[in-house]
């Protein structure tokens, strides 16, 4: 049964409240992250891109230094130095790229492929970084990450 209340965004529903920033080049990574290591209570989600992914060590660096914790959408993140890392297992989905190649030298018609979503997903926490920042994840968490970086 639907209930006839409206339901509230998630981050109003949270208590959270959820700001943007563009970082254009390497130069803003240092503004913008000042910027929301000064809110109380903060933390950073790490969008993917070119420009994160290969400043991943700045911005890694920059974090930890202004005791923010940040989130990141890749395991070369969370490997790299990264708090956590939250998404798709990129190995498998390459694998699966693999097959759709054979499956067209074969002789298969493209367009008539189904179009396929990543059903993998993985949770890497990096625990050195955790204590570095002053937390402490509770053992449940821990249990259901894919992998714990010491």
Request: proline fraction near 7%; hydrophobic fraction near 40%.
């Amino acid at each position: 049964m639907r209930s006839s209340a409206p339901l509230k965004p998630l981050p109003k529903a949270l208590g959270v409240t959820v700001m943007g920033a563009g970082v254009r080049d390497a130069a803003d990574i240092e503004s913008v992250l000042s910027d929301f290591a000064r809110e109380p209570n903060g933390g950073l989600i790490v969008t993917p891109s070119p420009l994160t992914a290969t400043r991943r060590d700045v911005i890694i660096a920059t974090a930890l230094r202004l005791n923010l914790p940040a989130s990141y959408s890749f395991r070369f993140y969370a490997a790299s130095g990264g708090l956590i890392s939250y998404g798709i297992d990129q190995l498998e989905t390459v694998r699966e790229a693999a097959s759709y190649v054979n499956r067209i030298l074969r002789g298969e018609n493209p367009a008539n492929l189904p179009v396929q979503l990543p059903t993998k997903y993985q949770l890497i926490i990096n625990l050195r970084t955790a204590k570095a920042l002053g937390l402490r994840p509770s053992e449940s968490f821990l249990q259901r990450a894919d992998e714990v970086i010491e």
